[in-house]
C-alpha cells in the first residue's frame, strides 16, 4: 500500500471510530433522557419515577451528551467562523445552543418548556448521520485497501536452480518469482513459465477462476490454484495495479462535486435565512405583547433550521454510489465525470481491445470438409508463435478437434507456412502462397475479403482443400452493451484506424450508428471533437495509450479494462473489467445518483422551506402553534426520510452475468 494511501486510510479510519464511540455512548446516555422526558411520558402516558432529584437527570445526562456528543461539531463550527464561511457545521451548533440553553432555562424555572430530550436525539441523531457518511466513505476505500492486505510478506525469488525466499520490498523488475499453487501473486508481472488457474475475483469480481499460461499477465494479490507459476516481474510499489486502484479512489474521493458544492451555498444561505427568522420572530412576538412566547418561538426556529438532513442529502449519496461502483468495479476518479455521464447524448468506443479482443479470431471456414480444413490447418500451425497461428490453434481447440504432430515446419515468409502432415505436405497462407502455387482461391472468400477479414487457404498436396478467415474478433458483451445505450436513448459510435470496410462490418454487426475510420492515433482528439459539434455531449470509451488524448477531449473518459497507466489518468471513470457492459453501468450509476441527489435536495430543503415559517408563529392567529418538542420530532424525521432514501441506492443493480467465454471462432461463426 502507498505510504500515502496508508495514512490516509488511518486518518479515515480513526474519523469512522471517534463518530461511532461518539455515538454510541451517546446514544446510551440519551435513552434515559427520552424516557425521563415529562413530555415523552405524557404522550405514552405513563409515570416517572418519584425518585427524589430524578427530574434533573436529563439535564445531567444532556448536559454531558451536549459536552461530549456537540463538541465536535462546536469545534467545526468555530473554525467555519473562523474562516469567515458559516455552513453546516455552523448551523447544527448554532441549533445545539439554542436548544441548550432553551433546556436549561426551562428546568430553572424561566420557561414552561424543556427539551433536553430533543438536544439528546439531535445530537444523537447528527453523530449516527457523520458515522455512517465517514464509513460509507471509508468502505469505498477499504474493499480496496483490502487487496493491499492480501498480498503476501514475502516471494519467492528465483536465481537459476536456487529459490531464495525475500520481502516483497526487495523484488525488482525483471526479476522472476515462483508462485506454489494456493500462493498469491506478490507482484504484478507475465508468466513465464507453468500453467493454472488464477482467482481474479478481488480485481474484477468475477467468481471463476482464469486460466493462465506462460505470456499472459497476473495481478498482484491473486490466487494461483492448480499449478505453480513463475512471474517475470514488470510493476512493483505504486506502479502495481493495486496501487492504482487505491490511487484512483483516494482521487475520486477528494474532487469535488456540484450538488456538493449546491449543497454547500444552500446550507451557508440557511445560516443567514435562519438568524434572520429568528429575529424577526423574536422582534414581532416581542412587540406583540408575548416575550416569552417571542423567545420560544425564536428558540424553535433556531432549532428546526438545522441543516442535517440537507448536510446528508449530497454526501452521504456520494459516498454509497462511490462504493458501490467500488464493488462493482467502477471506479470514480472524477466525481464530476460520473455526474456529467448523467447527461450524455452519445457513447464512443475504440474499436480494438474495446468492442473486440484485439487479437484474431478464426470467423469462418469454406470447404467439402470443414473438420479437416482445420485439422490440417492447426497440425501445421501448432509449433508458431504467430497471432493468426494461435487463432487457428485455438478453433481447433473450442471444436475439440485433435491434430496430429507436424514434420518438417517452415515458416514462409510474407506468405504463411509449411509442413508435413501425415505424409502429406500442407501449406497455410494468402494470395501470394496461392500465386506461387499457381491456383484459384475459393470463390466464398470473395465475401471475406469485402468485409476486410485475413483470408488464409489451406493447401494439401498441391491442392486447395479450404480457406479460413480471421478477423479481430468481436467481444461477446458487445452487441449487449450498444443494445443497451440505445435503450437509454443514446448513440454510439466507433473510432478505428481499421479500414473503413473493416469498420463497417463490425458497425453493422453491432448496431453502431457513425462510424470514423482509418483514424491515426494523434487524430483521436480531433474525431472526438467532431463528434462534439452541435453541442453533444460525448463519453469516450477507450483502453489504449492511442485513446489518452481523446479520453481527455471527451466530456466523460472511461478507460476500460482498467487500460494503460496513461489511459487511466486521462479518463475520469476506469471500469476494472475489459467489458463495455460497465459503461451501461456506469451511466446507469450516474443517473441514479442524480435522482437520490435531487430527491434528497428537495426534501431537504422543502422542509426547512415549511417548518421555518410554522415555527415562527405565521399559523398563530388560526390556532396552531408549532411546539418546539414536535418542530424537533419532524426534524429528526427529516433526517432519517434523507439517510434512508440515500441508502435505497444500494439496490442498484449495476453487474451484468460474464458472457460465456468460449472460442468466438469458427464454432460459433462457421
Known sequence: MPMRAAAHDKHAGHSVAMFRDKFGLSLLLTIPVVLLSPDIAEWFGYALPGIPGVAYLPAILGTIVFLYGGLVFLRGAAGELRDRQPGMMTLISLAIVVAFVTSWA???????????????????????????????????????????????????RVHGEHVQTVPIAELALGDIVLVRPGGRVPADGTITEGAADVDESMITGESKAVAKEPGATVVAGTVVAGGSLRVRVDAVGDNTALSGIMRLVAEAQASGSHAQALADRAAALLFYVALTAGAVTLVAWWLLGDPEGALLRTATVLVIACPHALGLAIPLVIAISTSLGARNGLLVKDRLALERARELDMVIFDKTGTLTLGRPVVAGLAGANETELLRLAASVEADSEHPLARAIVAAAAARNIGYPRAERFEALAGRGARAVVEGREVSVGGPRLLAEAGLEQISATDAWSAEGMTVLHVIAGGVVVGALALEDGVRPESAEAINELHRMGLKVAMITGDAQSVADSVARRLGIDEVAAQVLPADKAAAVRRFQQGGRKVAMVGDGVNDAPALAT????????????????????????????????????????????????????????????????????????????????AMSLSTIIVAANAQLLRGLRLRREPVPTTQHSAAAAA
Do not use: C
Not at 405565521?618 to 420530532?633: N, Q
Open 554 to 633: 471527451a466530456d466523460v473518459g472511461i478507460a476500460i479494462g482498467a487500460g494503460t497507466d496513461v489511459a487511466v489518468e486521462s479518463a475520469g471513470i476506469v471500469l476494472v473489467r475489459s467489458d463495455p457492459r460497465d459503461v451501461v453501468g456506469a451511466i446507469e450509476l450516474s443517473r441514479a445518483t442524480y435522482r437520490k441527489m435531487i430527491q434528497n435536495l428537495v426534501w431537504a430543503a422543502g422542509y426547512n422551506v415549511v417548518a421555518i415559517p410554522v415555527a415562527a408563529g405565521v399559523l398563530a392567529p388560526w390556532g396552531f402553534d408549532l411546539p418546539m418538542a414536535l418542530g424537533a420530532v
Open 106 to 156: 426551562g428546568t430553572l424555572g424561566l420557561f414552561e418548556v424543556e427539551i433536553w430530550w430533543e438536544l439528546a436525539t439531535l445530537i444523537t441523531i447528527m453523530l449516527l448521520g457523520h458515522w455512517l457518511e465517514m464509513r460509507s466513505i471509508a468502505q469505498a476505500r477499504g474493499a480496496l485497501a483490502a487487496l493491499a492486505e492480501l498480498l503476501p510478506d514475502t516471494a519467492e
